[in-house]
């Protein structure tokens, strides 16, 4: 049995039909009429422990209503959660030892309460071995760089300065699986870097599950290995990040440092479908390319002609544009393989 197991889950929302202002709320106290709003609808998952997985999905998809069933907060309306073998929303006491949430959107902290008092608490609630919570708490203010704001109450810290002190508090008690629901919304790129870092160390050192909700596809890119794609309210993909990339994202970029300018040989270049010159200035070219029509030998054995090639790099596509084009419906993905038209000749 996987760490997290989800059957068919699904949550309806009634939401109240109501006109707007006074007058609407008015109304509906006497007319009162709903409808349902169906935000999870029949999701599947499996997780082992260690995996990192980036649940995204446009605005409304569904994602923080899933997590919020996955860490018990939101009963299901129908369908099964097993989380280490207990059922998030009923065993709420044994599921908050297994797990930790950060929500980005509010705190979990005490308000007025100093961080380093906050995390005191948290250790008598947790029941945190000294050794245990002093070890966590030298290495977080190391890596969060929390010691500029340990004494302050959350109610003084800006958001980043929070967010950092809401990651260490999830993760004071060594959870199996963390959940993060927006954790980086908001934050300048600094922050952002620091996050991550904080994220991929706990996965890959510590061994922490990891479920990811962003906005920032940066974010996955960093941090998870596989890619859980929602809209409205159903899975539309499961499956590796790179597999992904490999079969949709086309465009390739290669950079080429020669030896000296090239001279009077430039048009080989042009007039060769498939390909651009993106960049050109004295030793350096930049070809763009689209990998099911060139390959990337090709594109350096016909530059290796014009010159001496000192040194050459080959740009990954960004998961952003792929994801972005799934969102748009330009991309239909079911599952992880490629439709057999999109094989690379790479
Ligand atoms: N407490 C709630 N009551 C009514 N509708 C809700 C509630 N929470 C979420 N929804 C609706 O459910 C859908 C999914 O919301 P959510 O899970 O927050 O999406 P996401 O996190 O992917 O942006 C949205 O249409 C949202 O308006
Ligand atoms: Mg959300």
Redesign the pocket.
């Known amino acids: 049995m996987s760490l997290i197991e989800v059957q068919d889950l699904t949550k309806t929302?009634r939401?109240a039909v109501k006109a707007p202002g006074l007058v609407g709320a008015v109304k509906h106290m006497f007319t009162q009429k709903y409808r349902e709003?169906q935000?999870v609808n029949g999701i599947s998952l499996s997780i082992e422990a260690g995996e990192a997985v980036a649940y995204v999905?446009p605005?409304?998809?569904?994602?923080?209503?899933t997590i919020k069933m996955l860490s018990g907060i939101l009963v299901p309306t129908s369908g099964s959660v097993m989380v280490d073998g207990v059922v998030p929303h009923k065993q709420r006491t044994d599921n908050a030892r297994t797990i930790g949430a950060v929500f980005g959107q509010r705190t979990q902290l005490w308000f007025d309460l100093p961080i380093i008092e906050s995390f005191a608490l948290l250790k008598d609630i947790y029941e945190i071995p000294e050794a245990v919570y002093r070890y966590n708490m030298d290495r977080f203010t190391e890596l969060l760089s929390l010691d500029e704001f340990l004494h302050q109450p959350t109610r003084k810290l800006s958001l980043g300065q929070r967010m950092r002190a809401d990651l260490a508090a999830a993760l004071l008690h060594n959870p199996r699986i963390v959940y993060l629901d927006e954790p980086t919304i908001g934050l300048d790129i600094a922050v952002k870097v620091k996050i991550r870092e904080f994220i991929k160390q706990m996965n890959r050192e510590q061994g922490t599950t990891i479920i990811l909700t962003t906005h920032d596809l940066e974010d996955i890119e960093d941090i998870c290995r596989r890619l859980v794609i929602i809209d409205q309210g159903r899975i539309i993909y499961d499956g590796s990040l790179q597999a992904v990339k490999d079969a949709f994202a086309r465009e390739r970029t290669i950079h080429f440092q020669l030896s000296q300018p090239l001279s009077g040989n430039e048009h080989l270049l042009t007039d060769w479908p498939g390909a651009v010159v993106e960049q050109k200035d004295g030793q350096h070219i930049a070809i763009r390319f689209d990998r099911f029509e060139v390959s990337a030998s090709e594109v350096v054995s016909r530059v290796m002609r014009l010159g001496e090639v000192i040194d050459f790099r080959i740009d990954e596509p960004k998961i952003e544009h792929v994801i972005r084009r799934v969102y748009e419906g330009e991309l239909v993905l079911t599952d992880a393989e490629p439709p057999k038209a999109m094989v690379a000749n790479d």
């Open positions: 929302f939401q709003k935000a999905g605005n409304g998809a569904g994602k923080s209503t």
